[in-house]
């Protein structure tokens, strides 16, 4: 099998949330939550790897009764199990702005996530008085989209990814879910070759690829499948589980 040896025993798995361990209806589903209760008591650590901020997944962390990190906001924050904070980087405001001035231009929609809050098509008066963790696109139109993307190209100051293929995620350069998961190991004693990752887009693909084992869901975009070492059922086949119960219980 392409990037994995069966002695590299498997003591971290990271998960991606939304069309990974979430169904289409934002649940987890009985299977997946059972899986995962009996990697965490085979002494197997669970952390959530995700695009969405603190806010957005401690609600489904704390459902599971994770015990362990949790990468958010796709590496921007790093946060302990006691939930306190552990890394922080952030996009510069003049970025931001630019970024906001580029969807007026090409009138799309988008999204943006600070320290205090998730932004949706709107901002707050003084962008600059903030500290900012991610900006997206959410662009329906593929010849626009791959223009913005050009442009965001240019800057080279963004690591660009997406969590659907109609949308681009804007990080600061260099800072991924394999960065922040890299970060754990060393904090938890583990090599990445002892991960297993699982996910189904681009902001997934960098933590796939530095995994011991890179898992792709059945509904994953086909760039992620192509790095993937296996494939899984989809978010609604209870892909997590099938995985977990294939490669660690």
């Known amino acids: 099998m ?6 590299n025993e498997i003591k971290l798995i990271a998960l991606d949330m939304d069309g990974t361990l979430l169904n289409d209806q934002h649940e987890i589903s009985e299977e997946n ?16 790897s995700t695009g969405r901020s603190l806010r957005k997944c401690e609600y489904h962390a704390d459902s599971l009764a994770l015990t362990s990190y949790l990468v958010t906001v796709n590496g921007s924050e790093i946060w302990d ?18 970024m906001l001035e580029l ?5 799309v929609r988008f999204w943006a996530i600070n320290t205090n809050r998730n932004w949706f098509d709107e901002m707050p008066e003084d962008i600059h ?9 959410n662009i329906k139109d593929e010849p626009t989209r791959d223009k913005i993307l050009k442009e965001l190209q240019a800057r080279g100051e963004f690591e660009l990814s997406n969590s659907t293929p109609t949308n681009i995620e804007v990080n600061p ?10 970060l754990v190991c060393e904090r938890l004693g583990i090599e990445m070759k002892n991960v297993m990752a699982v996910g189904d887009s681009l902001n997934d693909l960098a933590m796939i690829e530095a995994a011991g084992l890179g898992i792709a869901m059945g509904n994953a975009q086909e760039t992620v499948k192509k790095a993937a070492a296996w494939v899984t059922s989809t978010n609604n086949e209870d892909g997590v589980a099938k995985a977990i119960r294939k490669w660690v219980i």
């Open 2 to 7: 392409q990037n994995f040896k069966s002695d």
């Open 33 to 48: 939550r059972q899986a995962i209760k009996e990697a965490q008591e085979k002494g197997v650590y669970v952390v959530l």
């Open 81 to 98: 199990d006691k939930r306190e904070l552990i890394e922080r980087h952030i996009v510069k405001s003049d970025s931001i702005q630019w």
């Open 103 to 107: 969807t007026k231009q090409h009138n």
């Open 129 to 137: 008085a903030e500290e900012w963790l991610k900006f997206g696109f």
């Open 173 to 182: 350069a260099g800072i991924n879910k394999a960065r922040g998961l890299t």
